[in-house]
């Protein structure tokens, strides 16, 4: 009885062991994926949903579901990672903000973008947005989007 118990104690540190070192953080595309099916019944008025996954000081992730336009936006001191997972949408990127309103401490959003250009998304596309650059993300009626973004302090 006593060898049963040592063993069983033993088996109970194995998760200890193979516990991850701080700060590293893992999302399956498995897990992805039921992040996406979670987020389209939470579709705002704005069409769009989003579920932060984790904060990491100086960048962040988050997964993004859309099925409308977004508003034209730009971040004064981060940098924009797209990792498309699913859906077809275009980015417009450069260009001017019109209308745009300081919404946020370094957060200027407006209603659409004048010049700039069109890019096309699809599965396993990324995209790089460097801060201060105006973008926004146009999801055609009846489609859908569904990314990863990186977050990144620019320096």
């Known amino acids: 009885m006593r060898r049963i118990i040592t063993i069983l104690f033993l088996f109970s540190l194995v998760p200890l062991w193979a516990a991850d070192p701080p700060g590293v953080a893992y999302w399956s595309g498995t897990a992805l994926k039921d992040i996406e099916k979670k987020l389209t019944p939470k579709i705002n008025v704005q069409k769009v949903a989003i579920e932060q996954l984790g904060n990491f000081g100086n960048h962040s992730f988050m997964v993004v579901h ?37 919404t946020a401490p370094g957060e200027i959003r407006g209603s659409s973008i004048q010049g700039g250009e069109k890019k096309s998304l699809g599965p396993g596309d990324v995209m790089h947005i460097p801060a201060k650059t105006p973008h926004q993300v146009l999801v055609a009626a009846g489609k859908q989007l569904t990314y990863l973004i990186v977050k990144v302090d620019a320096k």
């Open 66 to 102: 859309r099925e409308g336009d977004g508003e034209a936006e730009i971040h004064e001191s981060q940098v924009d990672i797209f990792v498309v997972q699913t859906g077809q949408a275009s980015v417009i990127v450069g260009g001017t903000v019109v209308g745009g309103k300081s």
